[in-house]
C-alpha cells in the first residue's frame, strides 16, 4: 500500500511539474510590476557610417508602457517615450526635437530560450534629434534599438537592469546613416528596478 502510495505521489509531482513546465514554454505575455520608467546614458554615441562620433552626451528618456502585460508580438505597439533631456555633451551636441515626442516603443522580440530569457527587444520610432551634420529621425522601417538587459531572480521573476543601445540598427542621418551606442540604467519612476515575469 505504502509503494502505491509513493507511486501516486510521484506521478503527482511529475504532472505537476510538467504542466508547469508548459505552461512557461507556452508563454505568450510579459507582466511587469509598473508601468512607468527612465533611462538614463552618462554616455549615449551617435555616430556616423564612418564611425566618427557626432555626439556623445548625457541622455534621459521617461516613459511608459501602454499596459502592466506585453504580449510577444513583434511589431506591436507597447508603449511610448513622453519625456527626453540631454544634458552637456561631452563630444559634439545634439538637440532632441521636443515637438517630435511622443515617441513610440514597439516590441520586437527577446534573446534567450524560455523561462531563462535575457534580453527584451524594442524599437524606438518616431525619435528626431539634431547633431552636428544631420537631422535624424527614426522610422517603423529603420528604429533605434534598445535592449533590455533582464537578471533572473527568485520565484521565476526577471529583474530589468540596463536598456542597451544596438549599434548594428543604423538610422537615416541626412543622407548618410547614423548609429547609437551606449548602456542606460533603467528603473521605475518612483524608483527601484521593473521585475518582469512570464505569464
Known amino acids: 500500500m505504502r509503494t502505491r502510495s509513493k507511486l501516486l505521489f510521484a506521478g503527482l509531482m511529475a504532472s505537476v511539474w510538467l504542466a508547469t513546465a508548459v505552461g512557461v514554454a507556452a508563454a505568450t505575455r510579459l507582466e511587469l510590476d509598473e508601468r512607468r520608467f527612465n533611462a538614463k546614458w552618462s554616455s549615449l554615441k551617435f555616430k556616423g557610417p564612418f564611425g566618427e ?37 561631452i563630444e559634439g551636441s545634439t538637440t532632441i526635437l521636443q515637438e517630435s515626442l511622443p515617441w513610440h516603443i514597439t516590441y520586437a522580440g527577446f534573446s534567450g530560450t524560455l523561462p531563462d530569457i535575457t534580453l527584451i ?23 533605434a534599438r ?35 551606442e551606449g ?3 533603467t528603473e521605475k519612476l518612483a524608483g527601484g528596478q521593473i521585475l518582469v515575469r512570464l505569464i
Open 183 to 185: 548602456t542606460a540604467t
Open 53 to 89: 562620433t557626432h555626439a556623445n552626451c548625457p541622455i534621459t528618456l521617461e516613459g511608459s508602457f501602454h499596459s502592466n502585460t506585453i504580449a510577444k508580438t513583434v511589431g506591436a505597439l507597447i508603449g511610448h517615450i513622453s519625456r527626453a533631456t540631454s544634458g552637456t555633451c
Open 146 to 180: 534598445g535592449n533590455i538587459e533582464l537578471i533572473r531572480e527568485r520565484g521565476g521573476l526577471l529583474k530589468a537592469t540596463n536598456l542597451v543601445a544596438d549599434p548594428t540598427f543604423t538610422i537615416p542621418c541626412g543622407i548618410a546613416t547614423g548609429r547609437f
Open 121 to 143: 527587444m524594442i524599437n524606438l520610432v518616431g525619435a528626431s534629434f539634431q547633431v552636428p551634420l544631420c537631422l535624424s529621425t527614426t522610422t517603423t522601417a529603420r528604429p
